[in-house]
T-cell receptor, first 117, second 120 residues
Framework: KNQVEQSPQSLIILEGKNCTLQ??????????LRWYKQDTGRGPVSLTI?????NTKSNGRYTATLDADTKQSSLHITASQLSDSASYIC????????????????FGKGTHLIIQP | EAGVTQFPSHSVIEKGQTVTLRCDPI?????LYWYRRVMGKEIKFLLH????????ESGMPNNRFLAERTGGTYSTLKVQPAELEDSGVYFC??????????????????FGPGTRLLVL
């Protein structure tokens, strides 16, 4: 069964600090991995998309890494800002219709990040 | 460019009533997806439209759910009759091309703000 596990479930850090969120998956065959940011009351917004051949991708202060061998990904946030407070969702796509929805996506439950001033 | 919009933003209904959710995708996006997030759980796929056709509705929980996309523009998701377990946040998303990756093409999917449904 395709699964995406995220840790920690929630995290509180001070403004200006860095943090790293983790994502482990068992989706196979792997196609790509996406990180989304979801602000309270809003829909998820895409941060990064990585395929099998990519092991790192940045979007501003967000840097995602991917280790396809260990089936792990991380999202590193540098110099956190109050606006970074949100849920961060890891989504893994299967190459074929082998699991997840017909879109091939398996979602994690997300990490709820709170930035304190 | 307007993003994906959903209406209503919130809906509170009693068990047994009917509710219709609406989604307007980004203009020109042929692919429209419905998802649902039940409290404490992850987001799960419901169905996928390509233009006006249902590409796959394997995620629809039961026949109380009916989705339509007449004309290939906006879509509606009707729940009739609603049950307590239908409570959750219903997201709509759209993309220009299907999400399946071929080669290194990575299609971005755009989500709407969601409709928060509470069935009492």
């Amino acid at each position: 069964k395709n699964q995406v596990e995220q840790s920690p479930q929630s995290l509180i850090i001070l403004e200006g600090k860095n943090c790293t969120l983790q994502c482990n998956y068992t989706v196979s065959p792997f196609s790509n991995l996406r990180w989304y940011k979801q602000d309270t009351g809003r829909g998820p917004v895409s941060l990064t998309i990585m395929t099998f051949s990519e092991n790192t991708k940045s979007n501003g202060r967000y840097t995602a890494t991917l280790d396809a061998d260990t089936k792990q990904s991380s999202l590193h946030i540098t110099a956190s800002q109050l606006s970074d407070s949100a849920s961060y969702i890891c989504v893994v796509s299967a190459l074929l219709r082998s699991g997840g929805g017909a879109d091939g996506l398996t979602f994690g439950k997300g990490t709820h990040l709170i930035i304190q001033p | 460019e307007a993003g994906v919009t959903q209406f209503p933003s919130h809906s509170v209904i009693e068990k047994g009533q009917t509710v219709t959710l609406r989604c307007d995708p980004i203009s020109g996006h042929d692919n429209l997806y419905w998802y649902r997030r039940v409290m404490g759980k992850e987001i799960k796929f419901l169905l996928h439209f390509v233009k006006e056709s249902k590409q796959d509705e394997s995620g629809m929980p039961n026949n109380r759910f009916l989705a339509e996309r007449t004309g290939g523009t906006y879509s509606t998701l009707k729940v009739q009759p609603a049950e307590l377990e239908d409570s959750g946040v219903y997201f709509c998303a759209s993309s220009a091309l299907p999400l399946r990756v071929t080669g290194d093409r990575q299609e971005t999917q755009y989500f709407g703000p969601g409709t928060r449904l509470l069935v009492l």
